[in-house]
């Protein structure tokens, strides 16, 4: 049976000199926050249930994936999910590692829900980009690796299914290379080639770590290390092989530096079979060894925030009506500097009112504990958050605000109506719930009227989510009527009226006053744009169009 996550102690000796930002230094030093991005079906529930696992958060692996077949889930909330099997919603594992204390933040699989992805995304220190032996680089992949690139996350490389045929290990790194742009530098490597995996040589020390399967990959695989001599009596021609591949890396310069992976221009890579657990403790010690602790953060007026100055955070996720036991609307914070503490009262710097932190929680899944104290790199899960949208700053003492989360640019576009128009002020406050949750964009403009808002998603799933909620939790069925728009961009008032009088376009605005406008294709926006250079028109996220 699944063990619950209990909080880390604090560290040994959290403050040296006994002083509070001592304190705070020495406990941000041993956060590690960290994504895991993959395309679907590269194996990233699989990890996260591994690394759990390995991480003794839960006994056996199960507890967290929710596939069929496996034990009972915990991170499958809404219905949907369920009937689908994917997982729609992210949720923050922690977990201790040595002395480490790591905070997993998991993302939606579906490439549906990447606007949701790129927000985890703002909220971590480190990314581990899962790729699977045989695809290689995949479309969504790609996608969220660009993301990576444009935040400057710092990205560890794993190669899972190794037990599976796949793609020689020497063409996956020239496709990482290629693809990417970035230096990957193995620190293990595989003997045996995809399909049979026989284990790593460890390219740190030289010695060989010996993959063994156990049952199902219910349990921690142990793993056994040998001497170069004895690895090469064992596996003979594999071993040598391996050995001369690793020779080419190293002839290549794929060997690892922390500054050019720090700065986002090398990657160092793991070799793994995560349904076997194999390469997971490897990860763990990769990202404890390597990966960065949370450090001092710019805010939106150009300045920064220190780690031991006074408490702040902000919101990267608003989720509400997850489980009917616990209905209410849970904000996910990610602090940036100082101590949380369960009740203190901190301000919303987007509305300037206070907060009170009564119940705070580490949620994950359906699990949830009550949370006391929390560092920075921590996420924490801030019950009752009515008030709290979406890329807001919360802080004590001197006031922060940091940067707002740019939105991807929506793809899809419908006017949502209520189908009863009695029930206007459910169809309003549903509306406004999702948009402040960002599970939709929500477009009006003057002609439009306030009883039609466009719907702007990402990926058309988000169109199903939404009237799900807004039928089942805000009991006003809503029809959704589709427009004929695929791109929109960012434009100004300047701008506006020549762009709404262009053909076949539409200028609307966001919740936050930006004006959007909206075209049929891309062919129509470059032919305004040829036609009429002068005007505003800039893409939503830069990376998105990588
Ligand atoms: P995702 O979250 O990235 O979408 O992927 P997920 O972990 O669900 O894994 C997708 C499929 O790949 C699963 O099989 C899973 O068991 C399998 N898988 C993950 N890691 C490995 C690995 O290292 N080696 C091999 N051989 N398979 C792996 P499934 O049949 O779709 O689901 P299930 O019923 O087995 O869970």
Redesign the pocket.
């Known amino acids: 049976t699944a063990t619950r996550a209990t909080t880390p102690a604090p560290a040994a000796d959290p403050a040296p000199g006994g002083n509070a930002a001592g304190a705070v230094l020495a406990e941000a030093a041993r956060r590690r926050t960290f994504a895991v991005i993959?395309h679907?079906?590269?194996?990233?529930?699989?990890l996260t249930e591994a690394l759990a696992l390995h991480a003794r958060v839960i006994g056996q692996a199960g507890a967290v994936?929710g596939?069929?077949?496996?034990r009972g889930t915990v991170s499958d909330w809404m219905d949907m999910e369920k009937a689908r099997g994917i997982s729609i919603t992210s949720a923050a594992l922690q977990f201790q590692y040595r002395d480490a204390v790591v905070n997993l933040l998991d993302t939606p699989?579906h490439a549906d829900f990447s606007e949701d992805t790129y927000r985890v995304l703002t909220a971590v220190d480190a990314a581990v980009m899962l790729i699977d032996a045989a695809k290689g680089l995949e479309a969504q992949t790609m996608k969220l690796f660009a993301v990576c690139r444009h935040r400057g996350i710092p990205v560890i490389t794993v190669v899972?299914?190794w037990?599976?045929p796949g793609k020689d290990a020497l063409e996956l790194m020239d496709e990482v290379a290629e693809r990417t742009g970035l230096t990957p530098t193995p620190l293990t490597w595989p003997v045996g080639i995809s399909g049979d995996f026989r284990g790593v040589l460890d390219r740190r020390d030289g010695t060989y770590r010996r993959f063994t399967r156990t049952a199902g990959g219910a349990t921690i695989a142990p793993e056994e290390t040998l001497t170069p001599e004895a690895a090469e009596a064992r596996e003979g021609i594999d071993w040598t092989r391996a050995q001369e591949e690793v020779e080419l890396l190293a002839a290549s310069g794929a060997d690892h530096d922390q500054e050019t992976f720090l700065a986002g221009y090398s990657t160092p890579v793991l070799f793994?079979?995560?349904?076997?657990n194999f390469g997971v403790a490897a990860l763990l010690d990769t990202l404890v060894d390597l990966a960065p602790a949370p450090a001092d953060r710019p805010d939106a007026d150009g300045g920064s925030r220190a780690l031991a100055d006074p408490f702040s955070a902000f919101v990267f996720k608003v989720q509400s009506g997850m489980d009917a036991a616990h209905r209410d609307r849970l904000a996910y914070v990610r602090i940036c500097s100082g101590v949380f503490e369960r009740g203190m009262v901190v301000t919303n710097s987007s509305t300037g009112r206070p907060f009170a932190t009564k119940y705070a929680q580490h949620v994950f899944g359906r699990e949830r504990e009550s949370i006391d104290t929390a560092w920075p790199g921590d996420v924490v899960g801030l019950v009752n958050a009515a008030a709290l949208g979406v890329g807001d700053t919360l802080f004590t003492g001197s006031p922060v605000s940091y940067p707002p989360l740019s939105t991807f640019a929506p793809e899809h576009f419908a006017v949502a109506r209520a189908m009863d128009t009695g029930r206007h002020k459910q169809f309003r406050r549903g509306i406004d719930q999702l948009e402040s949750e960002g599970v939709v964009q929500v477009l009006r403009s003057d002609r439009r009227g306030d009883q039609a808002p466009v719907l702007a998603v990402v990926g058309p799933m988000q169109f199903e989510v939404a009237t799900h909620r807004m039928e089942h939790e805000f009991h006003s069925p809503v029809a959704l009527e589709p427009l004929p728009y695929t791109v929109a961009v960012r434009t100004d008032a300047t701008s506006a009226a020549a762009v709404a009088a262009s053909r076949g376009t539409e200028v609307l605005a966001r919740g936050n006053g930006e004006l959007l406008a909206l075209f049929r294709d891309k062919w129509d926006l470059r032919s305004l744009r040829q036609r009429s250079p002068e005007l505003t028109l800039e893409p939503m996220v830069a990376a998105q169009l990588d």
């Open positions: 993959s679907p079906d590269a194996g990233k529930s699989t994936h596939k069929a077949g496996r699989g899972n299914k037990d599976r793994a079979s995560a349904v076997s």
